[in-house]
């Protein structure tokens, strides 16, 4: 093992045997990456080579080729690097061959051939990530030894990885899959890279949460749950409540501060719609999901606490709907018996309905963070906005306290009549609108984007919805209004007629509605709040957002994500 100068981690180098050639393996440490390449010197004319000398900067993607040509424009000489990085290296084992390995060819100059094998993270086109492997020969079984010895203590070291976990799995969700879903394709994940688990069927609604108030919680490294954003949203409301309970903070105090959570949440999605899957790690995937959770990933995630009249009603982390969407998941829990189907139906019944309701909101705009909801800058792996805006909303809870600030801060007004009202923590994005409801949303920076659709005509609103699932600007519209901001309250006109004791900073200067409704619409005076996909009791709310209270087992949206790997299967079929 060489020693590098200057009190950089060593790095280990051998020539090790892959496929039919010899090649030299590279530990480094320093860098942080296995790497492998042809030590013979590249080919000149018409034949390629697959191994040259690595550049002295690290390559940016983990297969990286450089062709050349001559003067007359023809190809010369090919290169290409093959390396993985160490933080998504899987697992390490010994590889035993059977005798029919032994029998062949290649292996027969060898007195006792050895082999450890890798298994590492291949990347794929739309997020998509799936585990592979690549095989190792040494002739030495001292030397095969040292490598397997010198990769588990380079895992062991990497204290992101869970190793303790305790499994949700919801067998009732979406298309009734979970069960099957994390057994034949999460658990020998798991199994692959030692990480134990205490499996958890729910039986009934609130299972996970009420049993998270039991469980020893400091015995895991993370929670996961096998199923749709209901599921997710179950266990969400346990850790954060456990988290309050423990430290002594009363959740009902619509001011209160938070406690942060450090425990992390893995999803595995197997669901309707998996939407909180899809917006942080881009594609609902369980392959891909159950990856990022041994690799230790870690994103974190704003939470919107809900109270009314000093009484705490839900937490959300992604939709928040009253109008439009708040009336389709209504309609839609009366019709569990057609399955998934049911949002569709109901949705296009909502839509004919046309309803719009009447109503004040008022809000604190969000100006600790930059940016705004028109932006085209998206929330990404990384994303430097919400790293941004987390330090200085930490400088200003400190300087002035969270109550003083907003008590002084300015709130806004607006009163009307809403087809819908709608306030996101994140895009929304899912495989039938990929740029979800607010494309420029961040993950963490302590914000939701708050969208107002006004009253307007039906082909105004479709023109709206149709624009989800396109690539046009869904905020350009008079009828549609978007904000950023870190807190606000919504009551209706029959609340603020009935309700005299809700506590509203708009209800001073909220004036007469007209109360006419066209023939078109019922005259339906409240509508149902839609948060995470669960009906709230009350219309008059006031909402608050947390900053980066919770973490998953997530990295964001990756940038530019195309169809790359370490070691993709062309590159084994060439070498082997």
């Known amino acids: 093992m060489e020693q590098p100068p200057g009190g950089r981690r060593p790095r280990l180098v051998s020539v090790l045997r892959l496929g039919q050639r010899s090649w030299e393996v590279t530990l480094d440490e320093e860098r942080g990456r296995l790497a492998w390449r042809d030590p013979r010197p590249p080919r000149r004319g018409g034949e390629f080579s697959l191994g040259v000398p690595f550049p002295a900067f690290p390559p940016k993607q983990p297969l990286e080729e450089a062709s050349y040509r001559d003067s007359r424009g023809g190809p010369a000489w090919k290169q290409e690097n093959c390396f993985v990085p160490t933080s998504e290296i899987i697992a390490v084992e010994e590889t035993e061959l059977n005798k029919k390995q032994r029998n062949a060819g290649k292996w027969q100059k060898m007195t006792k051939p050895h082999a450890f094998t890798v298994y590492y993270v291949k ?33 062991e070291r990497q204290k992101s990885r869970p190793k303790q976990l305790l499994v949700y799995i919801n067998p009732c ?62 266990v969400m409301h346990g850790l954060i409540g456990r ?46 999901s159950a990856l990022h959770i041994i690799i230790g990933d870690c994103q974190p995630l704003d939470v919107s606490s809900v109270h009314h009249n000093n009484t705490f009603l839900k937490y959300s982390v992604s939709l928040l709907g009253y109008g439009f969407y708040g009336d389709i998941l209504k309609d839609s829990e009366k019709k569990r018996w057609m399955g998934p189907m049911r949002y569709d139906y109901s949705g296009f019944k909502t839509f004919l309905s046309h309803h719009y309701y009447e109503g004040t909101i008022s809000f604190q705009p969000a100006k600790h963070t930059s940016g705004s909801p028109r932006d085209k800058d998206s929330c990404r792996t990384g994303c430097y906005i919400c790293k941004k805006s987390e330090q200085q909303l930490a400088e200003q809870h400190k300087a002035c306290g969270l109550k003083r600030e907003e008590d002084e801060e300015e709130w806004k007004v607006i009163k009307g009549k809403f087809l819908a009202i709608n306030a996101v923590n994140m895009s929304c994005a899912c495989p039938r609108s990929p740029k979800g409801l607010s494309p420029a949303a961040h993950l963490a920076d302590g914000s939701a984007d708050l969208i107002l659709v006004r009253k307007c005509s039906r082909f105004d609103f479709l023109r709206y919805l149709v624009r989800h699932t396109n690539q046009d600007d869904q905020f350009d519209f008079s009828f549609v209004d978007v904000y950023r901001v870190k807190s606000f309250q919504f009551t209706s006109k029959l609340s603020e007629d009935n309700e005299s004791n809700v506590t509203d900073i708009g209800k001073k200067r909220f004036g007469q509605f007209c109360r006419d409704h066209p023939a078109c619409c019922c005259n339906i005076a409240n509508s149902t709040w839609n948060c995470d996909g669960e009906t709230l009791d009350s219309s008059a709310i006031e909402v608050r957002v947390h900053c980066q209270l919770m973490k998953l087992f997530a990295r964001g949206i990756e940038e530019n994500c195309k169809d790359e790997a370490a070691y993709s299967q062309s590159s084994v079929e060439e070498l082997l």
């Open 243 to 288: 988290m309050q309970k423990d430290s002594g903070i009363d959740q009902n105090n619509p001011k209160a501060p938070l406690v942060q959570c450090n425990i992390r949440i893995g999803i595995i999605p197997a669901g309707s719609t998996d939407c909180i899957c899809y917006s942080t790690v881009g594609i609902s995937d369980p392959v891909t």
């Open 173 to 234: 969700g979406g298309k009734r899959q979970g069960k099957r879903i994390y057994e034949q394709k999460v658990a020998p994940l798991f199994s692959l890279a030692s990480i134990s688990t205490d499996v958890v069927i729910t039986e009934h609604a609130n299972h996970a949460k009420d049993n998270l108030f039991e469980v020893n919680i400091n015995k895991y490294d993370g929670v996961v749950c096998v199923g749709g954003d209901g599921t997710f949203s179950e």
């Open 123 to 155: 990347k794929a086109r739309n997020h998509r990530w799936r585990c592979s492997d690549v095989t190792f020969w040494c002739v030495d079984e001292h030397l095969c030894n040292q490598w397997i010895q010198a990769l588990k203590e380079l895992l």
